[in-house]
Structure formats: structure tokens, C-alpha cells
């Protein structure tokens, strides 16, 4: 079965930082594109990065462009959201994402959520 | 960037009816196209990619259609459990955003 299982949200100030991890399990973690998406509570769903299977290709929204950093480690089936330079407007369940390559559409989709982890920003 | 719309934004429908869902995108996606349902308090799930090919495990009830820049959900007879919020979500280009959403609620 496959898990994802995030940890590290909770409250911080506008301005300051929080690492969120995702420890996955259930399948090969090292073979797969991994996401981080959000959903302010209350509102739509948005995709914040991804990274590929080795790390070498990484893609933010532009509101997270030189605030965050997505990392992985392959070895620890981890997958990690550094945020800093915390806003407001950055509160919002982070997921972390499973993506799958499906020959039959020649495309990646997100096959697989975690519950996710609340950071809320506020003062 | 590309721009995706849902209509309607609220459905309003019974059991044993039949829900049609549009996506709409402000540029040509191909069939680079996901549809998700989310229900609170439960991780997104995925119903549809490639703009008509059924996910794993997802019933046959549940099937989507279009290309380009116009899609369709459909439900073609609602059970109690599939009242939740539909998302589309276009993989075509980056930044890879999902539509607003559409709400089916219980009439």
C-alpha cells in the first residue's frame, strides 16, 4: 500500500521558517517525481514544487520562487518543503504527492496524496 | 499561464441522476488533463488523466471526455458517496494549476 505521511507543520510568524517532511513507504520512492501541493483551508488546491527522481529538476509556482526549496533524500524515502520568509498568505495544508508516469497518456499525474500537514502564519 | 475555469460551481443534484462537469482552459492543454475528487478530511483522489482514461479502482459510472481546451466530467448515475468536490487539473504546462473546483451537493 502505498503511504505518505507528512510531518513538521504548525504556527510560525510572518517571516520566520518551517521544514516539512514526507517519509513514504509502499513503493519505490527513488523512481518517482515527488510534489508538494497545498490547499488553503476553505479553498482551491495549488501546486507549490516538484522534483525529479534524482533531484536534478526542480519547478516552484513563482509566488515560492526563492522563498522555498524542495529536497529529497532517496535513501531515507524522505521527501522535504523548506519555507522561509514566511507569509500570511502561505497558510495552507501542504501535501505531499506521489507522481506516476502513465504510458497510456505519455504523461505524469499525481496518483497518490498524503493527509497532510497544516502551517498556518500568523502573528 | 494557463488558466483553467470549472463550471458549475455548484451542482445541486439526487442520488441516481447524472452530473456533468466542465473544465475550461485558456490555452490548448492536449489531453494533458486530471480530473480529482477531494472530500473533507480526505486526501484528493484520482478519477481521471489523460483527459479520459479512468484511474485504478475508479467505477465505470465516473468518465471524462474533450481535448484542447474544453472537458467534461461525467457521473452518469450519482451515489451517496460520490457528493464531494471535483477538480480538474491540467499537466500540460508549467505552473500546473487546478480549477477551482466544483461542489455536487445533495438536492
Known amino acids: 500500500e502505498v503511504l505518505l505521511v507528512e510531518s513538521g507543520g504548525g504556527l510560525v510568524q510572518p517571516g520566520g521558517s518551517l521544514r516539512l517532511s514526507c517519509v513514504a513507504s509502499?513503493?519505490?520512492?527513488?523512481?518517482?517525481?515527488m510534489t508538494w501541493v497545498r490547499q488553503v483551508p476553505g479553498k482551491g488546491l495549488e501546486w507549490v514544487a516538484n522534483?525529479?527522481?534524482?533531484?536534478?529538476?526542480?519547478w516552484y509556482v513563482d509566488s515560492v520562487k526563492g522563498r522555498f526549496i524542495i529536497s529529497r533524500d532517496n535513501a531515507k524515502n524522505s521527501l522535504y518543503l523548506q519555507m522561509n520568509s514566511l507569509r500570511v498568505e502561505d497558510t495552507a495544508v501542504y501535501s505531499c504527492?506521489?507522481?506516476?508516469?502513465?504510458?497510456?497518456?505519455?504523461?505524469?499525474?499525481?496518483?497518490?496524496w498524503g493527509q497532510g500537514t497544516l502551517v498556518t502564519v500568523s502573528s | 499561464e494557463i488558466v483553467l475555469t470549472q463550471s458549475p460551481a455548484t451542482l445541486s443534484l439526487s442520488p441516481g441522476e447524472r452530473a456533468t462537469l466542465s473544465c475550461r482552459a485558456s490555452?490548448?492543454?492536449?489531453?494533458?488533463l486530471a480530473w480529482y475528487q477531494k472530500k473533507p478530511g480526505q486526501a484528493p483522489r484520482l478519477l481521471v488523466y489523460?483527459?479520459?482514461n479512468r484511474a485504478t479502482g475508479v467505477p465505470a459510472r465516473f468518465s471524462g471526455s474533450g481535448s484542447g481546451t474544453d472537458f467534461t466530467l461525467t457521473i452518469s448515475s450519482l451515489e451517496p458517496e460520490d457528493f464531494a468536490v471535483y477538480y480538474c487539473?491540467?499537466?500540460?504546462?508549467?505552473?500546473?494549476?487546478f480549477g477551482p473546483g466544483t461542489k455536487v451537493d445533495v438536492k
Open positions: 489523460g483527459a479520459s
Open positions: 487539473h491540467q499537466r500540460y504546462s508549467w505552473p500546473l494549476p
Open positions: 504527492v506521489r507522481e506516476m508516469y502513465y504510458y497510456d497518456s505519455v504523461g505524469y499525474y499525481a496518483d497518490h
Open positions: 522534483i525529479k527522481q534524482d533531484g536534478s529538476e526542480k
Open positions: 509502499g513503493f519505490d520512492f527513488s523512481n518517482h517525481w
Open positions: 490555452q490548448n492543454v492536449g489531453r494533458y
